[in-house]
């Protein structure tokens, strides 16, 4: 009889590695297309998003606009400037304001799209229901240029919705230079721009969902509302977990090209966020190094963000992103 000769553990993981290369060359011949279609977002992600990258060291410089970021002139500061943004006259009120506009479009904007997907779903004409759709994306293609001009001439003293609010009873008056309108303005805006483009998320999830459920409970009784509580919610729980986490991640980052279109000296009291002051100073005044470590402080809070609201979301409703 013919002995069966024994392979070393070695032996193993060579061929076990042989293997693996193969398998994972099959698997880009078979989806080459696949991969040919991310080539250009891949290139587009490297090129402006990785390779500006080093730019992060004028955080820690003395920059000079037009000078090498590395080099024996280079004048390194350490944290002068991340101390100098923090400890700065400005800092408390750009918290504030971020923080502020952040929490309302949290409030109203994340939930707008939930609250319409589900209003959504209960139309049972067809053809009604995909125009309700169609013309809630709309506004998200028109450009924020446009939705800032529109505003400011519906809200100016003879604009139309400044002639409403004064058939309501309210005093004429021109609404932009109005700091305590400014967040329900701009919160507005914001909702009604992206409310029907975020619900696209959730209405395909809803329409995935199994309708057997539903006949289900139509057997046991349950009317709409109790079959959006107990089965549409739930069935799109772990989409609004992971968006929310997103979303809170962003807390810093609010709508600055809708301000910088809209505000006012006037307002800047309410109005001054972190992105238009890091702006004014940094593409007007020239000051790359302070406002860069603005950046780079603020990324620091969203990723610090982020990582609480998986955690969190992880426990409580075992959903996350890692």
């Not at 304001?97 to 049972?124: C, H, K, W, Y």
């Given at each position: 009889?013919?002995?069966r000769?024994?392979?070393?553990?070695?032996?193993?993981?060579?061929?076990?590695?042989?293997?693996?290369k193969?398998?994972?060359?099959?698997?880009?011949?078979?989806?080459?297309?696949?991969?040919?279609?991310?080539?250009?977002?891949?290139?587009?992600?490297?090129?402006?998003?990785?390779?500006?990258?080093?730019?992060?060291?004028?955080?820690?410089?003395?920059?000079v606009?037009g000078?090498?970021?590395?080099g024996?002139?280079?004048?390194?500061?350490?944290?002068?400037?991340f101390?100098?943004?923090?400890?700065?006259?400005?800092?408390?009120r750009?918290?504030k304001?971020?923080?502020?506009?952040?929490?309302?479009?949290l409030?109203f904007?994340?939930t707008?799209?939930?609250?319409?997907?589900?209003?959504?779903?209960?139309?049972?004409?067809?053809r009604?229901?995909?125009?309700?759709?169609?013309?809630?994306?709309?506004?998200h293609?028109?450009?924020?240029?446009v939705?800032?001009?529109?505003v400011i001439?519906?809200v100016?003293v003879?604009?139309?919705?400044?002639?409403?609010?004064?058939?309501?009873?309210?005093?004429?008056?021109?609404?932009?230079?109005?700091?305590?309108?400014?967040?329900?303005v701009?919160?507005?805006?914001?909702?009604?721009?992206?409310?029907?483009?975020?619900s696209?998320?959730y209405?395909?999830?809803?329409?995935?969902?199994?309708?057997?459920?539903?006949?289900?409970?139509k057997?046991?009784g349950?009317?709409?509302?109790?079959?959006?509580w107990?089965i549409?919610l739930?069935?799109?729980?772990p989409?609004?977990?992971?968006?929310?986490?997103?979303?809170?991640?962003?807390?810093?980052?609010?709508?600055?090209?809708?301000i910088?279109?809209?505000?006012?000296?006037?307002?800047y009291?309410?109005?001054?966020v972190?992105?238009?002051?890091t702006?004014?100073?940094?593409i007007?005044?020239?000051?790359?190094?302070?406002?860069?470590?603005?950046?780079?402080?603020?990324?620091?809070?969203?990723?610090?963000l982020?990582?609480?609201?998986?955690?969190?979301?992880?426990?409580?409703a075992?959903?996350?992103?890692w």
């Amino acid at each position: 009889m013919l002995r069966r000769k024994k392979i070393g553990n070695g032996e193993k993981e060579v061929k076990n590695q042989i293997k693996r290369k193969h398998y994972g060359r099959g698997i880009i011949k078979e989806n080459i297309q696949i991969y040919a279609l991310m080539l250009p977002t891949l290139i587009l992600i490297f090129t402006f998003c990785y390779l500006p990258m080093y730019g992060v060291v004028i955080a820690f410089q003395d920059y000079v606009p037009g000078s090498s970021f590395l080099g024996s002139g280079v004048k390194w500061v350490g944290l002068k400037w991340f101390k100098q943004f923090v400890g700065g006259y400005y800092f408390r009120r750009l918290l504030k304001n971020t923080i502020t506009l952040s929490l309302m479009e949290l409030v109203f904007g994340f939930t707008a799209p939930i609250l319409f997907a589900l209003l959504l779903d209960q139309i049972r004409h067809v053809r009604f229901k995909k125009a309700v759709q169609t013309i809630s994306y709309m506004p998200h293609f028109i450009s924020m240029v446009v939705v800032a001009g529109m505003v400011i001439s519906f809200v100016d003293v003879n604009g139309m919705l400044t002639n409403f609010l004064t058939f309501l009873g309210l005093p004429r008056q021109n609404w932009r230079v109005n700091s305590a309108a400014f967040p329900w303005v701009y919160t507005f805006t914001n909702v009604w721009k992206g409310f029907g483009f975020g619900s696209i998320l959730y209405c395909s999830v809803i329409s995935a969902i199994d309708p057997g459920l539903y006949e289900a409970a139509k057997l046991d009784g349950a009317n709409r509302w109790q079959q959006a509580w107990h089965i549409t919610l739930p069935g799109i729980k772990p989409v609004i977990a992971i968006k929310l986490i997103t979303t809170v991640g962003h807390i810093l980052s609010v709508n600055s090209d809708f301000i910088l279109l809209y505000y006012l000296p006037a307002t800047y009291d309410v109005a001054d966020v972190i992105g238009t002051y890091t702006y004014r100073l940094g593409i007007l005044e020239g000051q790359y190094s302070y406002t860069t470590a603005a950046g780079i402080f603020t990324s620091i809070i969203a990723f610090t963000l982020t990582y609480l609201a998986n955690k969190v979301s992880n426990r409580l409703a075992d959903v996350g992103l890692w």
